[in-house]
């Protein structure tokens, strides 16, 4: 076990995050209490302030690793694709459609959607500053493999991770054969888009 591990074990990190995501799953994001989620942790409520000082930091955790984790395991599962932008494409596909199935981005569509909007229209949240970074670090090998066109990075991840938010908060709209045509759409998209001239 390593230091991080041990350390999110002794301090109840992970008791807390998943009590705070059974609770989200029940109640959506507004109903859950920093009482119920200590409840359900079987911690006290100071505990869990210690921890995170407000229910919107609680939150804010909670998404990071939840999604953060679906951002790691779609790369892991691209990492033997073909060139930097095969491998690109494919890690951001798997990652949209993982997000768009997940229950707790489901269950945030359901019951508060409006909680979303403020990170389509007004900041970059976390996580999807997660997905820049590291779409950023994919592009700068596609770069070095000659798989993707030159510029910035940063800015074509950034303009990648723009392209992707409508896909992802139309998630409940969509059946499974719609979801399977517009990811697909979406791949040709960003393809076309980091391929060289």
């Known amino acids: 076990m ?3 591990a041990a350390a999110a074990q002794t301090d109840g990190s992970e008791q807390i995050l998943d009590a705070a ?3 989200v799953l029940d109640f959506g994001v507004r109903r859950t209490t920093v009482s119920e989620v200590a409840r359900r942790a079987g911690l006290s409520r100071m505990t869990v302030y210690r921890r995170y000082p407000d229910g919107a930091a609680l939150m804010r955790a909670l998404m990071t690793r939840e ?6 395991r779609a790369r892991d599962g691209a990492a033997e694709a073909g060139s930097g932008r095969e491998r ?16 707790l ?9 409006e909680m ?23 592009i700068a090998a596609g770069q070095a493999d000659d798989s993707i066109r030159p510029g910035d990075p940063r ?6 991770e723009l392209a992707t938010r409508g896909v992802v908060i139309s998630a409940r709209s969509l059946s499974a054969r719609q979801r399977s045509r517009e990811l697909g759409e979406l ?11």
Do not use: K, N, S
């Not at 999604?67 to 790691?72: N, V």
């Open 116 to 138: 979303l909007l403020p990170y389509l229209t007004e900041r970059t949240g976390r996580f999807q500053q997660l997905a820049r970074e590291a779409t950023a670090e994919a």
């Open 67 to 72: 999604f953060g984790a679906l951002l790691t």
């Open 155 to 160: 800015t074509l991840a950034a303009t990648c």
């Open 2 to 4: 390593t230091g991080t």
């Open 105 to 113: 981005m489901l269950r945030l569509l359901e019951l508060d959607p």
């Open 187 to 197: 791949a040709l998209m960003l393809d076309g888009y980091l391929r060289p001239r």
């Open 21 to 23: 995501r059974a609770a």
């Open 88 to 103: 690109l494409v494919a890690t951001c596909i798997t990652t949209i459609e993982l997000l768009m199935t997940h229950p």
